[in-house]
């Protein structure tokens, strides 16, 4: 039994020295930046892809520190800044198209 505390006093300090458990989202946000959409973004919106790059660099920075709720914080926000990235892209990709529109339309009356 005297073998009993030791034996967990020395557990404890096996298992406080090991490093945080990495948060599931962190999983999310490496399939959000290497989807098609990204790629997208990092065209359409490279400031909002930008920052979402950064978010994820600073949640892996917060992990690698220990700080494994930081690290989750984080990786959630780079997930909304990475889908914020793609709304930036469809209304550039829609302005474009509408811009592309009014420019035939006016063809179009030119020729009546």
Known sequence: MAGLPLSLG???AAGACAPPARPPVM???AEVR??????????????AHAHALD???RAERALEAG???AAALLAEQA?????????LT????AERRRLSA???LETQRRTL
């Open 67 to 69: 700080d494994s709720e």
């Open 10 to 12: 020395l557990a404890l």
């Open 55 to 57: 978010l994820e660099q």
């Open 27 to 29: 999983a999310r946000v």
């Open 34 to 47: 290497t989807s098609p959409a990204a790629a997208e973004a990092a065209t359409w919106a490279p400031q």
């Open 90 to 93: 469809r209304l550039a990709r």
């Open 79 to 87: 997930v909304a800044a990475h889908e914020h990235a793609w709304v």
């Open 102 to 104: 009014e420019t035939d």
